[in-house]
T-cell receptor, first 111, second 111 residues
Framework: GQSLEQPSEVTAVEGAIVQINCTYQ??????LSWYQQHDGGAPTFLSY????GLEETGRFSSFLSRSDSYGYLLLQELQMKDSASYFC????????????FGTGTLLAVQP | DVKVTQSSRYLVKRTGEKVFLECVQD?????MFWYRQDPGLGLRLIYF???????EKGDIPEGYSVSREKKERFSLILESASTNQTSMYLC??????????FGEGSRLTVL
């Protein structure tokens, strides 16, 4: 089978740093993606890691360790607009272009 | 900009009706996907397609079928709608990467 695990909720204050972890178990792995979804909106792509290490895009960074089947999304200098759900997604699961999503982490940023 | 368009934002159908959800993308992407999103369950993959007339089952294909007669169009069909298919349906497309582009979603209510 295949599964992804991430915390259901995280709360942080403006200006802080928060890390959202994702562990996965899947047959075949090509990469780990992260998506952001605001309430009532569609998911939007944040990052994709195919290789081990840290990828940085502005205030957001994403990390992957394939040997540990683990990744995380790091959000720095949190802003109120970062309040949203964040999903990790594994590309793999028996097909190169299949993406399986986790159940999502609801991030609440408080003033 | 990539555009993924879903034909209906809101639909209300009766149990037993046949339902068609249409999705069109304008970026010549090979891959197209149908997910459903329910609170607490994240995005669950119903079907995906990696080429015209090709389809693969996702994690929850029961009760659904799909059609991809043209590269830009991917249709989801509920042969006989049931109340447990009340959900938000999200279409997405991608090149051969971990980046999906989502439509705005179709909220289906089955009475």
């Amino acid at each position: 089978g295949q599964s992804l695990e991430q915390p259901s909720e995280v709360t942080a204050v403006e200006g802080a740093i928060v890390q959202i972890n994702c562990t996965y178990q899947t047959s075949g792995f090509y990469g780990l993606s992260w998506y952001q979804q605001h309430d009532g909106g569609a998911p939007t792509f944040l990052s994709y890691n195919a290789l081990d290490g840290l990828e940085e895009t502005g205030r957001f960074s994403s990390f992957l360790s394939r040997s540990d089947s683990y990744g995380y999304l790091l959000l720095q200098e949190l802003q109120m607009k970062d309040s949203a759900s964040y999903f990790c997604a594994v590309r793999g699961g028996g097909a190169t272009n299949k993406l399986i999503f986790g159940t999502g982490t609801l991030l609440a940023v408080q003033p | 900009d990539v555009k993924v368009t879903q034909s209906s934002r809101y639909l209300v159908k009766r149990t037993g009706e046949k339902v068609f959800l249409e999705c069109v993308q304008d970026m010549d992407h090979e891959n197209m996907f149908w997910y459903r999103q329910d609170p607490g369950l994240g995005l669950r993959l119903i079907y995906f397609s990696y080429d015209v007339k090709m389809k693969e089952k996702g994690d929850i294909p029961e009760g659904y079928s799909v059609s991809r007669e043209k590269k830009e169009r991917f249709s989801l069909i509920l042969e006989s709608a049931s109340t447990n298919q009340t959900s938000m349906y999200l279409c997405a497309s991608s090149k051969n990467t971990g980046e999906l582009f989502f439509g705005e979603g179709s909220r289906l209510t089955v009475l």
